[in-house]
């Protein structure tokens, strides 16, 4: 059950860019599984990958092809190929090779995604069947359906699209994401595909990319497991009639600034969809020593089991979220100078429990769906921000039964 209003957004098409579904059948047969997406020739492309070091084939892959220009990605659901050795990596290339195949490109012009489960051999012989399908629906107008065709258990499509003013003219942003569980990406999102209609270097998109993924997709956790297939695309089409994009420009820090809203909305909606998840939890450490600091203060508060279960019992219990903060690690940690917040309810100052605290206030807070936990370490300037979410039964149940 997704936290809050989730409707697919209006989904702005963006020039250069083209986008094609089909199902293959891989895990099921009620909804599209494989997605193509297309680029012009002109155009740019960057991406980030999961640090998980049983990384999936498809991941080795396209890191390896990000280097040859690429203009299509190929992704499918319903099978990781990971865990898979030798054979899965064969099995990816072989797909790229397949879909070049069917569009007069180069297997190394491919970029390959797969998500599902982990361990299983890819159906090869699947994807590729489909393929002249996927490439016969590309179309311009797709997000939606490509939303849809990229996901597992997620409950909803994730979509966010956005247009700016480059010198005076037009340039579009839009993008999907995919995720709801094994969330803990390290680098960017279970999948995340954003496309522009930009004219950039590939050397400044990527350093756009890397920089958006790390104040978004970095900043959101589910259950702390890193995915082997975690991945993020940055497209850029070169199709806009806007000047090209320069370093340190007003137009860089503008367009920069337009992949982080989209890439911070993206990461979001994956955190109100995450596993079972009632409601949303965004935690934020002020005053620390440094954005690291403040960073795994934050997490470790998010990766507490304790304090998830509270959250969806809508218990209270704010001594878990105090353990959690004494147990993050800060060196030379001053008790007195720490402030501990429910929404605007303080909890802790002067190393205990507020004064003004009662149960009451407390109650009021948890029995919200959208909840704030504020710290401030008293330590410096530094403040940082991360979205998780409650653990429920349901996380369990959907985890347990994500095989059958």
């Known amino acids: 059950m997704a936290v809050g209003q989730c409707d697919f957004p209006t989904m702005h098409t963006v020039k250069g860019i083209k986008l094609g579904t089909c199902n293959a059948g891989i895990k099921q047969t009620h909804r599209d599984d494989i997605l193509v997406i297309e680029m012009a020739e002109s155009g740019s492309c960057a991406a980030v990958f999961t640090q998980n070091a049983f990384c999936a084939a498809p991941v080795l892959i396209a890191r390896d092809h990000l280097i040859h220009e690429p203009r299509w990605i190929l992704v499918n659901s319903g099978n990781a190929n990971a865990g898979t050795g030798k054979q899965g990596l064969q099995d990816a290339y072989a797909s790229c090779a397949a879909l070049a195949g069917e569009v007069e490109g180069t297997a190394q012009q491919v970029l390959p995604f797969s998500t599902g489960v982990i361990g299983e051999p890819l159906p090869v012989a699947k994807l590729t069947a489909a393929l002249p399908k996927a490439v016969a629906n590309l179309h311009d107008s797709h997000w939606d359906k490509a939303a849809r065709a990229i996901m597992t258990t997620d409950t909803f499509a994730k979509g966010a699209s956005m247009i700016i003013e480059i010198a005076g003219q037009p340039v579009t942003l839009t993008g ?60 850029a089409s070169a199709c806009s009639s806007a000047p090209e994009i320069l370093a340190d420009s007003p137009e860089y820090t503008v367009f920069s600034q337009a992949v982080i809203d989209i890439c911070k909305r993206l990461a979001e909606l994956i955190i109100r969809d995450g596993e079972g998840a009632t409601k949303l939890m965004r935690i934020l450490v002020e005053q620390a020593n440094s954005r690291q600091e403040a960073v795994q203060v934050a997490k470790t508060i998010a990766h507490s089991p304790l304090v998830k279960t509270a959250f969806f019992a809508s218990d209270p219990n704010w001594g878990r979220i105090l353990a959690a903060v004494g147990r993050a690690g800060v060196e030379h940690m001053v008790l007195e100078n720490i402030e501990i917040y429910l929404g605007n309810v303080c909890i802790v100052e002067n190393g205990g429990r507020s004064p003004g605290y009662t149960e009451l206030d407390g109650q009021r807070v ?21 979205l998780t979410c409650d653990f429920s039964y349901d996380y369990v149940r959907i985890n347990a039964e994500y095989r059958s």
């Open 176 to 235: 999907i994401s995919k995720g709801a569980g094994m969330i803990q990406p390290n680098m960017a999102t279970m999948l995340a595909y954003v496309a522009t209609d930009a004219k950039i270097s590939q050397a400044l998109l990527q350093q756009c990319l890397a920089n958006a993924a790390e104040l978004s997709f970095n900043r959101i956790t589910v259950d702390g497991d890193t995915s082997t297939n975690d991945a993020c695309v940055l497209l």
């Open 366 to 386: 948890m029995d919200q769906t959208e909840i704030t936990i504020t710290v401030r370490l008293g330590r410096g300037a530094a403040c940082e921000e991360v």
